[in-house]
């Protein structure tokens, strides 16, 4: 059984062609591959011996012996993918968030691209006049 504060603290999500893993105590987002999104919320609570045991069947040895290195790199280089939750009173409250955008909004909606051109009017990017989005570093696949 996992527990809480071992369980890496992301959200996955995949379009029809990749697979992405939303760091929420980054707020970054990193694009994956299969075997490393198939393993992902077992790092921590599982040490290598036990993601293998769990995941070599299906994906091979090899590959989830390296999805599972990358992601420890991830952990350790970039502080991806770690376990530890946000302190509390770091994000805005309700009322903020009420006071800021007065309407009653019920729904966000998050589009992934990597072809931003920093046009859409609540941008505050200050490098609006790019015209794509620079690759992170720390994508791996």
């Not at 999500?13 to 994956?32: N, W």
């Not at 989830?64 to 991830?74: F, I, P």
């Not at 007065?102 to 859409?120: E, F, Q």
Request: glycine share 4%; net charge neutral; hydrophobic share 40%.
């Amino acid at each position: 059984m996992h527990t809480s504060e071992k369980i890496p603290y992301v959200h996955k999500f995949e379009t029809a062609a990749f697979k992405y893993v939303y760091d929420v105590r980054t707020m970054s987002i990193t694009r994956v591959d299969p075997v490393i999104w198939a393993i992902i919320d077992d790092v921590g609570p599982l040490e290598l011996d036990g993601i293998l045991a769990t995941y070599g069947d299906r994906w091979g040895t090899d590959a989830v012996r390296k999805a599972y290195t990358e992601v420890v790199d991830a952990q350790r280089q970039h502080g991806l993918f770690l376990a530890t939750r946000p302190e509390p009173g770091l994000y805005w409250s309700e009322e903020d968030i009420k006071a800021q955008y007065p309407r009653n909004r019920m729904i966000l909606i998050l589009n992934v691209t990597a072809r931003c051109n920093y046009a859409c009017a609540y941008c505050t990017n200050e490098l609006r006049s790019r015209t794509m989005m620079a690759k992170r570093s720390y994508v791996i696949s």
